[in-house]
Each structure stands twice: as C-alpha cells, then as structure tokens.
C-alpha cells in the first residue's frame, strides 16, 4: 500500500478542492514575490541612482571667482615649485642662467599647481584653473614690453616737454642749444590728417555702402581689393605718390602730398570698419523704409547711414589712429622741415613722426631729448583717439529714445441745439 492509495488523502484533496487552489495561488504569489523583489530593488535603486546624477548634471558649476583656499593653493604651489628649482638647478645639477631657471620655475609650477587642485577640486576644475593660469601668463608677457616701452618713453621724454615745446620751432635754435619746440611740427600733423580725412572718408563710407547696400557685381573684386590694401606697406604708399605726384605732376614736396599718402592708408580701415557698421542696421528698417515707396537711395541716405552714425564715426576715428603715427610715406612726400610751414599745398612740412624720426637719428642730447618729447605727445594723441573710438562705439544705456506723439482723437461733434421735431410733438 502507498500513501496514494489512503482515503485520508483522498477525500481531502477532493472534499476541499478550493484549499488546494488558494494554496497554489498562494504558493505563486509568494514564489513571484520572491523572485522579484530582488529586480525590483535593482530597477528602483538604478532610477535613484540616475536621478541624482541628473540633478547633479543639471547643477551648474561655478568656474568664476577664486577662494582663500584658492589663493593658498596658488601662493604655495609657486613657492614650492621655487624651492625645487632652486635644489635642481643650484644643488643637484649646477645649471646656471636666468631664462633656464625661469622656464622650469614656470613648467614646475604649473605640474605641481595642477596636481594639487586636481586633489582638491577634481580633474575638470583643476584643467580649468590650469588653462586660466596659462592665459593670464601670456596676457602679462605681453604687458611687459609694453609698460617698459611707454614708463621709458615718459620718463625721457618729460625732461623735454615745456611750454616753448608747443609754441616755437627749431628756426632759432641750434643743434647744440636747449629749448626750442615742435610746433610746427604739430601744426603740419594736424594739417596732414584732416587733409587726408577729407579725402578718404567719403570714398571709405561710399565703398561701404557698395560692398553692403548695394551689391553690385563687381562686389567681390571690390572687397578683395580693399584686404589686399589692409596689408600693403606704409612705405608702398608714400613710393606710389613719389612717383606719380611728385616725379611724374612735378609738384614738388608738400603737406598735401603725405596727406595723400596717408589718405591710402586710411582708406581700408575706414571702409572695412564701415562696413561691418553697416551690417549691423537691422533689415526691418530698410523693408519698412522700402515699404512705405521710398527709393533705395534714400532709405539708405535718410535710415541706415543715420542709424549707424556712431559707427561710422567710430571708423573715420580708428582710420586717424591708424596714419597719425605713420613715418615712412612722409620721408618721400612731405621731406620734413625745421620752420613753420602753414601751407600744405606748398613746400615742404613738417611732422611729428617725421621730427621724432629725424630728431632722434641726431647724436646730441638736445636732440634726442625732443625726439622724446615729441614721441610722448605722439603716444598721447594715439591713445586718446583709441579711447574716443571706444567711448563712441559702447552702448548708451541711458540715453532716452525720443518717442513720436500721436495726436489725440478727435471726439465727433455733438449738436447742442434742439431738435425741431421733437420739440413740436413734445409742444
């Protein structure tokens, strides 16, 4: 006998065919529950874990800035990569020379500020601070000659500035003698410029408005011919009027010869400037100008060239900086001269360039000590022109924009005075 064949087990397996159901249900319940669970905890701890991360992601991490620990982690890895050159070169190899110490304080530096804030801040940030360090390098490398070109400038040429500077020429004063002045050098600059900004402002703005209004077919030849211009020689200038103004006319050396010259330098400065001005007047002014039936001419004379006023005066002011400190094309077209010379347009004159240029080539003191004077006032007239272009060409955010006054409407008029008919069926 097997315990199949017990009535025991018989009749409760069939009396109770329902307990054997619940009990199956119940065993897959809890068989489901048990092999699920585990997945679901794995799913559920995976979404947590890529949420967190996405909310890291999305916060942002602030690269600007630099805090006390920063800066002791800056003021160390430089003192201490100065140590270690100090023990490499002094102590352990015997290596002298000044630019050999330099460039490997600057190399130890840099791996060891590196290393540091790669520990302290991770390998992005430290990446960052790095190339930042690199950056500012470079900018104050190049500051350096530059602060040692203009503190040696000022400080020669202050011993020659005086009154009698801007008020006398050197007619009266000998090569040996003190005093003396470049006044007519500076006359003669001042003549030359505006001559040249004469004849190079219009053609500039109008090749402008060519290139970017009206887009004719030789635009492209136009354009490429105004770069190639950008990169001529200062000397070329002064050789091409030389020999066509001076050797081929037979005018002779005069003021308006060197304005002529400088003329053809300015001229792709202002026109490529003009042009970039231009292109900023936004297109819904010249549609709405065209839409209202004015002509192309005069959208562009009465809209853009009037919207775009601060950047046209912003170029014609960069194309002055640009010839002010010229010399070359002056020694072949004005020659220079030590007298005060108030016509352009006859004989030889004189500049600031051209005196610094001569005036420094002399082996006297004296000299020299006006060629100074005259290269400070030189600097000066550059940077305050550079300053003036970028006062002109920032944004005005307090300047108040006229607004145009509608009139009012006009209400309709009312007759005030009775109305026969009614009147006379009230009455």
């Known amino acids: 006998m097997s315990i199949d ?3 025991i087990a018989e009749s409760s397996s069939a009396a109770s065919p329902s307990a054997s159901v619940d009990c199956e249900v119940d065993c897959e319940v809890v068989d489901a529950f048990d092999l699920e669970t585990p997945s679901t905890t794995h799913q559920s701890t995976g979404r947590l874990a890529d949420e ?6 999305d916060v942002p991490r602030v690269t600007g800035g630099s805090t006390p620990i920063d800066k002791t982690l800056l003021w160390g ?3 201490s ?3 270690l050159t100090w023990l490499l070169l002094t102590q352990l190899f015997a ?3 000044t630019a050999v110490f330099l460039v490997l304080w600057y190399a130890a530096f840099l791996a060891i500020h590196f290393a540091v804030c790669a520990v302290n801040d991770g390998r992005l940030i430290a990446t960052d601070k790095l190339v930042t360090v690199v950056v500012l390098t470079g900018a104050a490398a190049l500051m350096v000659p530059l602060v040692l070109i203009v503190g040696f400038i000022l400080v020669r040429g202050l011993k020659g500035l005086s009154a009698e500077f801007f008020t006398s020429d050197l007619s009266t004063t000998g090569t040996l003698d003190s005093g003396g002045g470049l006044a007519h050098a500076l006359m003669g600059t001042i003549q030359q410029v505006c001559l040249a900004v004469i004849l190079s402002v219009p053609l500039g703005v109008l090749t402008a408005v060519f290139l970017n209004e009206v887009k004719g077919p030789i635009r492209r030849p136009v354009r490429m011919f105004v770069d190639a211009m ?6 070329v200038a002064g050789l091409f009027i030389y020999a066509v103004w001076i050797v081929q006319f037979g005018k002779g050396f005069s003021g308006f010869a060197a304005a002529m010259a400088l003329a053809v330098l300015m001229l792709p400065t202002i026109t490529r400037t003009a042009e970039e001005v231009l292109r900023l007047v936004p297109a819904g002014l010249r549609e709405a100008a065209l839409a209202l039936g004015a002509p192309e001419w005069r959208t562009t004379w009465s809209v853009v060239l009037p919207t775009a006023r601060t950047g046209l005066v912003t170029a014609v002011v960069l194309g002055v900086a640009r010839a002010v400190g010229e010399t070359a094309p002056l020694i072949m077209t004005s020659f220079g001269a030590t007298v005060m010379n108030a016509d352009p347009f006859s004989g030889a004159q004189a500049s600031l360039p051209l005196s610094v240029y001569q005036l420094i080539s002399n082996p006297f003191a004296s000299q020299q000590d006006r060629a100074y004077a005259g290269a400070l006032v030189l600097i000066f007239v550059v940077l305050a022109l550079f300053v003036t272009a970028r006062l002109l060409s920032r944004p005005r955010p307090g300047r108040k924009k006229r607004r145009l006054r509608l009139p009012s409407p006009r209400t309709p008029k009312t007759n005030s005075s009775p109305n026969p008919t009614s009147t006379g069926s009230t009455s």
């Open 52 to 57: 967190g991360a996405q909310e890291l992601a």
């Open 5 to 7: 064949d017990l009535p």
């Open 81 to 83: 990569s100065l140590a």
């Open 95 to 97: 290596v002298s020379g």
């Open 230 to 235: 950008s990169g001529v020689p200062s000397i």
């Open 77 to 79: 890895s430089g003192l």
